[in-house]
């Protein structure tokens, strides 16, 4: 159990255009999801926290409009990179987290390459 | 404020050698510790987490880490290293189970000789 998902797991546009990533809970309900920046070779990066129904909680530094967050339903919440360029390509990484029980952890997704030409 | 230290950033064994991958961490609060590990272009997986149970904490694929709070270590052992233990390995620290804020470490590069 514990399944999180991420689609795309590559993808690869043109500067100046927006990229969509979707982080998935296939088995549990996610509460609260966190979306990770991986550079290469460097460690993950939390950028923001999300809960169902809430707006985000970006961390410092992070430009709540360049990358938006929505978590809509308690299985789905999306991370939109909005006018991306080529600084933004890296590895993008949602973990979910249910509210309680064994699910009272962060998994993680399996990632969401991204490249900005 | 919470933070972990991992010492070496790539760290070669032979295969069947023990594996000791080094991590320090600094909280106020009493910490919960994790190690995971990443494959190439692959999200983390738990290898174990200590909750403040047992001091000595048995993972998957025959891991095992011992807390130290003495020492303020969070140290992760293998007795007999397989090829397919070659990846990353980040250990992390959160001030709750982990369904909150975790802060990673670096990241230890394991390599396997043959």
């Known amino acids: 159990g514990a399944v999180v998902s991420q689609h795309p797991s590559w993808v690869i546009c043109k500067s100046g255009t927006s990229v969509k990533i979707e982080c998935r809970s296939l088995?549990?309900?996610?509460?609260?999801m966190f979306w990770y920046r991986q550079f290469p070779k460097q460690s993950l990066m939390l950028m923001a926290t999300?809960?169902?129904?809430?707006?985000?909680?970006?961390e410092q530094g992070v430009e709540k409009d360049k990358f938006l967050i929505n978590h809509a339903s308690l299985t789905l919440s999306t991370l939109t990179v909005t006018s991306a360029h080529p600084e933004d390509s890296s590895f993008y990484i949602c973990?979910?987290?249910?509210?309680?029980?064994?699910?009272?952890?962060?998994?993680f997704g399996p990632g969401t390459r991204l490249t900005v030409l | 404020a919470q933070s972990v230290t991992q010492l070496g950033s790539h760290v070669s064994v032979s295969e069947g050698a023990l594996v000791l991958l080094r991590c320090n961490y600094s909280?106020?609060?009493?910490?919960?510790l994790f190690w995971y590990v990443q494959y190439p272009n692959q999200g983390l997986q738990l290898l174990l987490k200590?909750?403040?149970?047992?001091?000595l904490v048995k993972g998957i694929n025959g891991f095992e880490a011992e807390f130290k709070k003495s020492e303020t270590s969070f140290h992760l052992t293998k007795p007999s290293a397989h090829m397919s233990d070659a990846a990353e390995y980040f250990c992390?620290?959160?001030?709750?189970?982990?369904?909150?804020?975790?802060?990673f470490g670096i990241g230890t590069k394991l390599q396997v000789i043959p």
């Open positions: 909280s106020s609060v009493p910490p919960y």
């Open positions: 200590y909750t403040s149970a047992a001091t």
């Open positions: 999300s809960n169902e129904g809430s707006k985000a909680t970006y």
């Open positions: 973990s979910a987290s249910g509210s309680g029980g064994s699910y009272n952890e962060q998994f």
């Open positions: 088995d549990f309900q996610a509460t609260t």
């Open positions: 992390a620290v959160s001030n709750s189970g982990g369904y909150q804020k975790v802060t």
